[in-house]
């Protein structure tokens, strides 16, 4: 069977139905205009294709969809490109009343005609004087017959270019014009999107399917790049995504770029990499005062709020909006956990267990940043879970990799294994992780558990304890239950100014006379709308 996935296409074999598609329908079915925004890779190509499908499936309207700007930024080749898609090459082009009214004229044209325009920045070209701009006054001129010529309605879809046209070339054309925003992919529509592994008899496991997620952040690019790497291998297993995402970094530089620039270019504005960072940092919610601050203080020439910069990090697949953002104060805000949002620079420390110790503190901040992508629905109940040990192990993975370690990538000797290992690039010397949910499985042995994997190669460890319960005691608890071993030595961290809630650091011996250096960490995970860090 044919790999059905393909990320570099515009026209995937499958797809997730957009829940914008009917309500941009209904704004254009009465003559209205509209704006999508999404940043680099969030599917607008294909939105816009939905649209079309849409409404050629009327036989009241006629889509027509102009999906690149011709190369010669003037108007006159706007005009020509626009009458050539509507088969009027051959009619006098003057301005864009006369050709709409020409086509209209015309005895088989249907009541309504919907042009889209696929890649709106590229009109948002500035010249010396912006007032002259080609693309402002075709647009404008666009608008303008719009509003006089019944039956005709326009949607075009961007990233920050759109707001090149409103704050540098002035648009009436966007002051009436709909918005409406991409967002990244739920997880049920990475499910539909997986379901040809099902039909061809191999279907994904769920902690497949939650380490693709994770990883992607439901960013459609990267999805679709996930399940089209996946499909070729044979039998795929949860360690798969890591290299499979670790790898796509490394060789696909230029597709990270152009999605930052996609939301925040330097040489427009700096307030989008402001707020990015202040979200990053954040414990989930954030004062309204500090992002007015935040951004007020940035430079460029776009004139960007705080709610443009949410809204263009949002349709970027960066961060997740959850409440009013006109209203609400403190808004919600915090990044979706994807390789988009993960660091790609390691500790400085030359030590090499305090460098690990350090990173591994980076990736479980930003991990309880994001706590809330980590639960999912349990059974047909609304109750909600932390995802398996096996699939926080895999986050941990890719965050290391990116950080410029290297991770053991073999398959599993033992069942049931779930630690990580982990080296310096051109190091013999390893570093080992367990990750345990407090409760199940056999938590309680997990330092012994970590002891039975040291080797002399292995100069340091740690433990990852996490969980969703409020626990009053759960430091004295965790000691109590997991570190009262006969010869280990215990130090404890209380962490009160991080969200991890406890560290103790433990020496003891192996059982083969080996000395062990295991780090044990406290997380509790907060479901969407919990606040505070313990």
Not at 44 to 59: F, G, M, P
Not at 232 to 237: E, K, L, R, T, V
Request: proline share 6%.
């Amino acid at each position: 069977m044919k790999n059905p996935y393909n990320w570099q296409r515009h026209q995937p074999s499958v797809e997730v139905q957009r829940s914008q598609v009917e309500p941009i329908l209904r704004e254009l079915r009465r003559g209205g205009s509209a704006v999508v925004i999404g940043g680099r890779g969030m599917g607008k190509s294909v939105l816009l294709r939905q649209v079309q499908r849409a409404i050629e499936q009327s036989s009241a309207a006629r889509a027509v969809l102009l999906s690149t700007p011709p190369l010669e930024s003037t108007v006159a080749a706007y005009l020509a490109d626009l009458a050539r898609a509507l088969g009027l090459a051959t009619a006098p082009v003057t301005n864009t009343r006369d050709l709409i009214e020409t086509y209209f004229s015309q005895d088989h044209a249907l009541p309504q005609l919907v042009l889209l325009y696929d890649e709106f920045d590229s009109y948002a070209k500035s010249p010396a004087n912006p007032t002259d701009s080609p693309g402002r006054r075709f647009f404008n001129d666009l608008e303008a017959t719009r509003r006089d010529v019944e039956g005709l309605a326009v949607l075009a879809i961007g990233s920050i270019g759109v707001f090149v046209f409103r704050d540098i070339l002035g648009s009436s054309f966007l002051s009436r014009a709909t918005q409406f925003w991409l967002n990244p992919f739920e997880y049920m529509g990475l499910q539909t999107l997986a379901q040809p592994f099902t039909r061809r008899g191999q279907g994904l496991s769920p902690e497949i399917l939650d380490a693709l997620y994770l990883a992607s952040g439901g960013h459609p690019a990267l999805v679709t790049y996930g399940l089209q790497q996946l499909w070729d291998i044979p039998f795929p297993i949860i360690r798969s995504i890591t290299a499979i995402f670790a790898d796509f970094r490394q060789h696909h530089r230029e597709f990270m770029r152009d999605v930052q620039l996609s939301f925040a270019n330097p040489r427009l504005s700096d307030a989008p990499q402001r707020i990015w960072k202040l979200v990053k940092d954040g414990p989930g919610f954030v004062a309204r005062a500090e992002l007015q601050k935040t951004c007020g203080s940035a430079s460029g020439p776009l004139h960007l709020d705080f709610i443009d910069v949410l809204n263009l990090l949002q349709a970027a697949g960066l961060i997740q909006l959850t409440g009013s953002v006109l209203t609400d104060d403190p808004i919600e805000v915090r990044p979706i956990t994807s390789i988009l949002n993960l660091p790609s620079d390691s500790s400085p420390k030359e030590d090499l267990r305090a460098r690990f110790l350090d990173d591994l503190q980076r990736l479980l901040i930003l991990l309880h940043t994001a706590s809330a992508d980590f639960f999912r629905s349990s059974g047909g109940g609304a109750s909600r879970t932390l995802v398996p040990e096996a699939v926080f192990a895999s986050f941990l993975s890719i965050g290391f990799e990116l950080m410029g370690w290297q991770t053991e990538r073999e398959a599993q000797q033992v069942a049931g294994r779930t630690d990580v290992k982990l080296a310096r690039k051109g190091s013999n010397e390893w570093m080992i992780i367990e990750v345990k949910i407090w409760g199940r499985n056999d938590y309680r042995e997990v330092h012994s558990q970590l002891e039975s994997y040291w080797s002399a190669s292995v100069k340091g460890g740690a433990v990852v304890m996490l969980t969703d319960a409020e626990l009053p005691n759960w430091p004295e608890d965790y000691q109590r239950q997991c570190l009262t071993l006969p010869g280990i030595g215990v130090e404890h961290d209380s962490m009160p100014d991080s969200p991890i809630c406890s560290r103790f650091s433990c020496t003891s011996s192996t059982a083969e006379g080996m000395k062990t250096c295991i780090d044990h960490f406290l997380l509790r995970l907060l479901r969407r709308g919990q606040r505070g860090l313990v």
